[in-house]
């Protein structure tokens, strides 16, 4: 169900086939779903990708509705925000709430997504040029060119980008962009973590770890800064199932970059004791919604033999999200869901 105050009003006015400005924002400063809607419809790019985050999983008390959310992604890419052409891509390959499976329109958004980023990289906002060296890294328009990728990264970390040594570290650890440099790799971690750059702390305790060295301490201090999966990964470590049952529903509930397989993980401490079925369920269902194919069916399957609050228009949602993630049973259970 839509909310009235998400409802889309027209783009700003610009001449037909005129390229978007070329964005170097790195975030919004709207703070709330109604306050990013207006900005969103004033024609702030970032306000748009972030209200399409929040109605995608439902966060910040927005009511979960994700073709709402590939509408505002759209308007986010149409107004120059590579990151919404990403997300909106991301929705297009999967069939992610109901829209129609489109590998095309997938792959010309990830173009976009691509020039987008390069344009605004060219033009100084380097979190922008960490992106599009992530796009080259993977395979998402299935050329990777993690020699290229290396040629962005080391020139903004040598200026002083955090999250751009983080990438660097991650590619100098193995053998895809060259020769591994596993003690370089580290260095730039271990000053990351010092400043407190998202993602350091994690990687470089399982650095530590595969030297020999206890991983728990900077773990801890990852999670503590609120990394997801820094907290599923110390959950794994630690010792109690209730300790590691709090570790992993923390990484679960996290309002940015939530951790399905800490979800899923969670999902199976509670159905250990007898009373959690519903919990567990919404657990797999969180899940499933970012694309851990395995527990959309288990949470269907749950709730069915359980006392739970799930309708069946939930139920068929997830039971979609599941066949477009792939999973053969899933799909025939839709079909014969809306067979006549």
């Known amino acids: 169900m839509l909310l009235w105050f998400f409802a889309c009003s027209s783009s700003p006015t610009r001449t037909p086939g005129q390229a978007p400005p070329v964005l170097t924002a790195l975030q919004t400063e709207c703070d709330a779903p109604q306050a990013c809607a207006g900005a969103c419809d004033a024609g702030e790019a970032l306000a748009c990708n972030q209200l399409g985050l929040w109605l995608h999983d439902g966060l910040m008390g927005a009511t979960e509705d994700r073709q709402e959310a590939a509408v505002r992604y759209r308007r986010a890419c149409d107004l120059g925000a590579g990151i919404g052409c990403y997300n909106l891509a991301g929705m297009v390959s999967s069939g992610d709430g109901g829209l129609e499976i489109d590998p095309l329109e997938a792959r010309l958004l990830m173009t976009q997504t691509r020039q987008l980023y ?26 990777p060119d993690p020699r290229a990728a290396v040629s962005i990264l080391q020139p903004t970390c040598d200026g002083g980008y955090g999250p751009a040594c983080v990438e660097l570290a991650r590619l100098l650890l193995g053998s895809r962009a060259g020769r591994p440099d596993p003690e370089r790799a580290e260095a730039l971690l271990t000053a990351a973590c010092d400043d407190d750059v998202e993602g350091a702390c994690n990687d470089l305790a399982l650095q530590l770890e595969r030297r020999g060295e206890d991983a728990v301490p900077v773990l801890e201090r990852a999670c503590d800064r609120g990394v997801p999966i820094a907290c599923r990964n ?21 309002p940015k970059n939530l951790d399905g397989l800490a979800c899923s993980m969670a999902a199976e401490i509670l159905l250990e004791q007898p009373g959690n079925e519903e919990l567990a369920i919404h657990r797999l269902a969180r899940s499933c919604s970012v694309g851990i194919v395995s527990t959309c069916m288990k949470a269907v399957t749950l709730a069915a033999v359980t006392d739970s609050s799930f309708d069946k228009a939930t139920a068929r949602d997830l039971v979609a999200r599941g066949c477009a993630l792939g999973d053969a049973s899933a799909c025939e259970l839709l079909e014969r869901l809306d067979a006549p």
């Open 118 to 143: 390069q344009a605004s990289c060219d033009a100084g906002a380097l979190t922008w040029c960490v992106n599009l060296a992530g796009l080259m890294i993977r395979d998402d328009l299935g050329s």
């Open 234 to 254: 110390l959950a794994k470590r630690v010792p109690g199932r209730d300790r590691a049952l709090a570790l992993l529903s923390k990484a679960c509930d996290a």
